[in-house]
């Protein structure tokens, strides 16, 4: 759905996602102390680099349009 309006049915969701995942990760560490710790870990710096890389896109920040040939969302491609 491209309407910006239902956007506040995921954002009213979003909290309860987040304490989903974080529930089922340290249930996982749990069972499996190894697996589960860096699966954590490695849940945790995915998420920190997600944030970095829109966050520009997110807050508004003016950015050059056009860099060597490539506009500087062409990674966003990945998320539409």
Do not use: K, S
Request: proline share 6%; hydrophobic share 55%.
């Amino acid at each position: 759905v491209h309407r910006f309006i239902f956007t506040r049915y995921f954002t009213l969701a979003a909290p309860f996602g987040a304490l989903a995942i974080a529930a089922a990760l340290f249930d996982l560490q749990e069972r499996w102390p190894g697996p589960g710790r860096a699966l954590r870990f490695a849940y945790l710096g995915a998420a920190i680099v997600f944030f970095v890389l829109r966050y520009p896109g997110w807050a508004g920040v003016p950015m050059v349009c056009n860099f060597d040939g490539r506009r500087w969302d062409f990674w966003l491609h990945l998320m539409r």
